[in-house]
Nanobody, 124 residues
């Protein structure tokens, strides 16, 4: 069993930056894909970014390309999401998840373990 805890969310002005962390416990996830997702009120959960087990491959939603960067430190069992040039439409609860099964990074149904999320609010 894997427990995931997200942190780093908060209130930021448009154009600002935040760095989210996703720390895993229970077992190591250094051989698993980890993804970040977000869900705004009344909206469906959507893929934001994903990273391969060794960090060699990353994937991003079109809406965040060039602004967000996903990275990982397997020694700390932690995955990060650096978010720059934040926009009001980035406001959402951000969740991390671990994908055990093979398949597309973008498929929410393939992620087996989820954190509780951290709130990101972008507003002036």
């Amino acid at each position: 069993q894997v427990q995931l805890v997200e942190s780093g969310g908060g209130l930021v002005q448009p154009g600002g930056s935040l760095r989210l962390s996703c720390e895993a416990s229970g077992r190591t996830v250094d051989r698993n894909v980890v993804g970040w997702f977000r869900q705004a009120p009344g909206e469906e959960r959507e893929f934001v970014a994903g990273i391969s087990w060794n960090g060699a491959y990353t994937a991003y939603a079109d809406s965040v390309k060039g602004r967000f960067t996903i990275s990982r430190d397997n020694a700390k069992n932690t995955v990060y999401l650096q978010m720059n040039n934040l926009k009001p439409e980035d406001t959402a609860v951000y969740l991390c998840a671990v994908k055990i099964r093979s398949g597309s990074y973008y498929s929410i149904s393939l992620y087996d373990y989820w954190g509780q999320g951290t709130q990101v609010t972008v507003s002036s």
